[in-house]
Nanobody, 121 residues
Framework: QVQLEESGGGLVQAGDSLTLSCRTS????????WAWFRQAPGKEREFLAG????????DYADSVKGRFTISKDNFKTMVFLQMNDLKPEDTATYYC??????????????WGPGTQVTVSS
């Protein structure tokens, strides 16, 4: 079992930066992939970025490429999402997820409870 917990969300203004953190606990394996998703009210859950167990960045969504950066700590227990130049349309609940192998779909085995990010104009 894997437990995930996001933190770092909040209320910011357009143009601000914010870093989300995802703490991982439990048993993980070398083929696991971590990903960040977000979901705004009335919208589907959207893939943002993925990173491997070894810290290799796998992919970004076009909507955040160049503004968001995913990273992983050397101890492999924390995953981060650095978000720059935030826009009101980035307002959503942000989720960390883990699965064996990479997928852009929301078919991840483990999910955190989410952290809210609100960007005011």
């Amino acid at each position: 079992q894997v437990q995930l917990e996001e933190s770092g969300g909040g209320l910011v203004q357009a143009g601000d930066s914010l870093t989300l953190s995802c703490r991982t606990s439990g048993t993980v394996f070398g083929n696991y992939v971590w990903a960040w998703f977000r979901q705004a009210p009335g919208k589907e859950r959207e893939f943002l970025a993925g990173i491997s167990w070894t810290g290799v960045v796998i992919d970004y969504a076009d909507s955040v490429k160049g503004r968001f950066t995913i990273s992983k700590d050397n101890f492999k227990t924390m995953v981060f999402l650095q978000m720059n130049d935030l826009k009101p349309e980035d307002t959503a609940t942000y989720y960390c997820a883990v699965r064996a192998g990479f997928s852009r779909g929301a078919d991840y085995a483990y999910w955190g409870p989410g952290t809210q990010v609100t960007v005011s104009s």
